[in-house]
């Protein structure tokens, strides 16, 4: 195993959570795309694309199971780099087939993409604040399914997901559907998502 490069993977994941929680307590996290945390995810985007190019996947067995995490974690935080998870979803795919990786980071990845393509996604991982000023998923490719997809993959029920993901949302103002959405598809245009 690799610890000098599990070490950086954790301390760039310290560092996003750091400037997350800051932004938070300011109330800047919930403006939009806050440009501290863009620069925190784009200079991370980096380091896990030199990863990736020099190693493939980081997988456990090179940066055991919390740099694996952590990776995925730096991947999905990826946002304004649509390339770098457009070309690690096959790698985390081959990495969950060798037992390497998480079979729910894949799905939750797949979702991601969807997300920011503005197309349906499978897992139903994926949440944003819906017209009725709820925190709720994504779009869902096959709502009959979704449940049997996510067992699929090691995740509970999406009812209970639901219920979780708006009690931490509770008491939140949420933003004006209409604006936001266009944001959202201004900046996505912008970064190469549409």
Request: net charge negative; hydrophobic share 35%; with cysteine.
């Amino acid at each position: 195993m690799n610890e000098k490069l599990k070490r950086e993977l954790l301390d760039m994941v310290k560092e996003d959570r750091r400037v997350r929680s800051e932004l938070a307590a300011t109330g800047e996290l919930f403006q939009g795309y806050a440009p501290r945390m863009a620069e925190v995810h784009h200079r991370n985007a980096q380091v896990l694309d030199a990863i990736v190019q020099q190693y493939g996947w980081p997988g456990k067995s090179l940066v055991g199971n919390e740099g694996a995490h952590a990776a995925w974690f730096i991947l999905q935080h990826a946002i304004g780099n649509p390339g770098l998870q457009r070309i690690c979803l096959p790698l985390l795919k081959e990495a969950v087939a060798r037992q390497e990786a998480e079979a729910a980071h894949v799905a939750y990845l797949e979702d991601r993409i969807c997300f920011y393509e503005r197309r349906p996604q499978k897992y139903g991982t994926q949440f944003a604040w819906d017209e009725n000023g709820q925190m709720s998923p994504w779009k869902l490719q096959d709502p009959e399914q979704v449940d049997i997809y996510r067992q699929s993959v090691g995740l509970g029920p999406l009812a209970e997901k639901i219920e979780q993901v708006r009690q931490t949302t509770e008491g939140e103002t949420p933003p004006d559907f209409k604006k936001q959405q266009e944001e959202m598809e201004a900046w996505g245009r912008s970064v190469g998502w549409l």
